[in-house]
């Protein structure tokens, strides 16, 4: 009887120690990929703003080159209009 429940106590005992291992493994395993979410997001974000700094500095150049042409366009149609006059 008594030697009964004390092995039936310790495999109880090593039943438990087995999971509080497992218990470690899994957070252990959860922080590292929590670290290598916030990681990647981070450079997910330094991506996006390096594709927005492009894309702004790409309008601003067709901007510059847009408003140069017309005002190149509307000198020539100033001097059409002079010659017309």
């Known amino acids: 009887g008594w030697e009964r429940a004390e092995a039936e106590a310790v495999a109880l005992r090593e039943q438990l120690d087995s999971a509080l ?3 470690l493994a899994a ?3 959860v922080s590292h ?3 290598a979410l916030r990681d990647s997001l981070q450079q997910l974000r330094h991506v996006r ?3 927005e700094q492009i894309i702004h500095e790409t309008i601003m150049k067709k ?3 847009w408003d140069k042409v017309r005002c190149e366009f509307e000198v020539k ?4 209009e002079q ?3």
């Open 21 to 23: 291992q497992q218990k």
């Open 27 to 29: 957070e252990d395993r």
């Open 33 to 35: 990929l929590d670290g």
């Open 49 to 51: 703003e390096e594709q």
């Open 63 to 65: 901007t510059r080159d």
């Open 77 to 80: 149609l100033e001097d059409v």
């Open 83 to 85: 010659q017309l006059l």
